[in-house]
């Protein structure tokens, strides 16, 4: 019985196989010598595509938005390079159709709209407006201690401006547009190859790996559809009603509109409410208030309407968070950040989830492990005290009672 106890704590004990010294030594530094490179062929990479990040972001950004149209194509085309072609052809007419409209428009906007505003500002007929109403006479002494004329000839000189500059562009960004076009080409032709390498190179399991693919798409799709598209219908919202109370440049303000209602901190009443001020400092009390009114109930709402049915419960953030990330991310990124910053901070948030569940499953098995070992040692232990204490018929000291 001794030595059936002897070898109960001899399984217990762990047991390692001894390393030499030198060899552990040198499995240490060639890890860290793997790290330090691996870590420096990141970072080179990163600055690589640095220059190219907008576009890459934008033709990521697009090839989710539409895999469905790809899939639809791939259905009708066999070929995958001619319906990547052509997925790509559709995509581009759209896009630059479109862009091309609204920026002629703009800059022929923000030309009449400067025109209009200095105009109204060397007439004079804002302060008369003001002074005829006794309560509002103040108003306008204090207006024209802040230089109001010379703010508005500002706006006006920075219409006429903006307007040119984003129609024209540079070559830089005319190279970075069809560099988007040309990348676009290959996530649509190669996104499951390209997934499938994502999978063997990340050091995370089928099921984390999905679990982070499906937050980083959800996040792209919701960025897409629940921020930029939504913002989208806000600013058409605003633009047509500028657009029907005779408001100058409605086009203009309607993307700004939209640009705007990107940041969630910021929202569209930073333009239509100094546009019924215009309209109530110009006299059309009416139509400042019918702008006031659409703007706080209908432009102002919309997005309460429209985002849980085009995003449903697919982005994850808190809206802190979702500030945070698309300030800082436009800051960082520029254009792109509207897309980078909630991709980083969902990946960021999954990879520590991944963290949390790999620390609680390590602790739950180690708990068991410890379980097991108390049962065992107790089971030793009982089975030692029954063999030093023999019934009373049997005096074979050190055997259990089946054995004798």
Known sequence: MVSLNLAMEREMQPTTAPVPDGLGSRRHSRTLVLTAATALGIYLCYRLALPFLPALVWALALAVMFTPFQRWVESKVKRPNLAAAISVLVIGVVVLGLATFVGQRLVQEAANGAELITTKVESGEWRHALEAHPRLAPLADWLERQNLPGILKTVAIWMTTTGASFVKGSLVEVIGLLLTF???????????????????????????????????????????????????????????????????????????????????????????????????????????????????????????????????????????????????????????????????????????????????????????????????????????????????????????????
């Open 182 to 404: 040309y990348l676009l080409f290959f996530f649509l032709r190669d996104r499951r190859e390209a997934l499938q390498s994502l999978r063997s190179l990340l050091p995370l399991s089928e099921v984390e790996m999905d679990r982070l693919l499906g937050r980083v798409g959800d996040t792209i799709f919701a960025a897409i559809h629940g921020t930029l598209a939504v913002a989208a219908v806000q600013g058409l919202l605003g633009g047509l009603m500028f657009w029907w109370l005779g408001l100058p440049a409605p086009l203009l303000w309607g993307v700004v509109m939209a640009l705007v209602a990107v940041v969630p901190v910021l929202g569209t009443f930073v333009v239509w409410m100094p546009a019924a001020l215009f309209l109530a400092l110009d006299g059309s009390w009416e139509k400042a208030l019918i702008l006031a009114v659409w703007g706080m109930l209908v432009v102002g709402t919309i997005d309460n309407v429209l985002r849980p049915i085009l995003v449903g419960n697919r982005l994850q953030l808190h809206t802190v968070h979702a500030s945070i990330s698309i300030i800082g991310g436009v800051i960082l990124f520029g254009s792109a950040g509207f897309i980078m910053g909630p991709v980083v901070l969902t990946i960021t948030t999954v990879l520590l989830e991944i963290w949390r569940s790999r620390t609680a499953a390590e602790t739950a098995a180690t708990k068991d492990v410890a379980a097991r070992a108390v049962e065992k040692t107790g089971l030793a232990l009982c089975m030692g005290a029954i063999s030093l204490h023999p019934s009373d018929g049997d005096t074979r000291v050190g055997l259990h009672p089946i054995e004798r």
